[in-house]
């Protein structure tokens, strides 16, 4: 898995939210199609070092990379998708390659968005967890996915063969997509990246909430639509009691606080006369 650290990491959590905007408004079937025109591009720039260096010069101007992204990709990738690499091309990156590695992450992101729709997300999590346990206990199945002899469309055949009656959709063209874009990881590697992209999904669409006391059903049915509304996307909440909250209550949603609280508020009060 890449490791997103300085300037990169603050772009991807930028592309991210990017990515929000574009699908909030989607169906799953339109998030699998942005996900599935993201690896389109992901595959493109595997291939081709110098197009990841011309995409993250940072001599070279925005306006020119966009025209070239709308060269190569406009007439094979719907819009949404073209916005997202717009939006990439346009941040700072530490190296090419981290520019392949965020569209790789926002990619499985969607395909994770799609699940969520349907209320599939933790299903999903819980089956690419299955698929690493599956490589662990089938040595024969591990080769045949790290073989560098075997190409993409043969690993796609056999994931497609063995998995499909298992798993879901979602979880099978994430699979299928991780074994045609190794780019000269192993299986385990790239298997560890779309982990992280499904979990940090499920991270953006779980909302942990502190209370005083416990919320009805009516309470928590108007704040989960409130929550949805807010990222664009079903939101799940897992909700503590803590007694230190003083009315109203504490959200976080990834690394996104939402702090209602009395206790929060005359804090900032506090600070605001001291000032």
Known sequence: ????????????????????????????????????????????LNSSIGLRRALTDPSRDVESKSVLVSDIFGKVIGATALAVVDAAIALRWSSP????????????????SA???????????????????TLVANNDLRQALNSRETDGPAKQAL???????????????????????????????????YAHGVAARRDR?????????????????????????QIGQPVHINVEIDPSVIGGVAIRFADEVIDGTIVNRLAEASRALVG
Request: aromatic fraction near 6%.
């Open 205 to 229: 669409v779980t909302a942990h909430v502190r209370t005083a006391i416990a919320l009805s059903d009516g309470q928590r049915t108007k704040l989960v639509d409130a929550l949805t509304k």
């Open 159 to 193: 994931i497609t063969s063995i998995f499909t009656s298992k798993f879901s959709p979602f979880s099978v063209r994430l699979l299928n997509s991780l074994v045609a874009g190794l780019s000269g990881r192993s299986i385990e590697q790239a298997l560890s990246a």
């Open 115 to 133: 699940a969520n729709h349907e209320g599939k997300l933790d299903l999903v999590q819980d089956e690419i967890f299955e698929f690493g346990r």
């Open 1 to 44: 898995m890449i490791t997103f650290g300085g300037s990169s990491r603050q772009s991807l959590a930028s592309l991210r939210v990017t990515l929000d905007g574009k699908i909030s408004s989607l169906s799953s079937a339109d998030c699998v199609t942005v996900s599935s025109d993201l690896f389109a591009v992901l595959t493109t």
């Open 97 to 112: 390659s981290q520019l392949a590695g965020a569209i790789e992450q926002i990619a499985i992101e969607s395909e994770s």
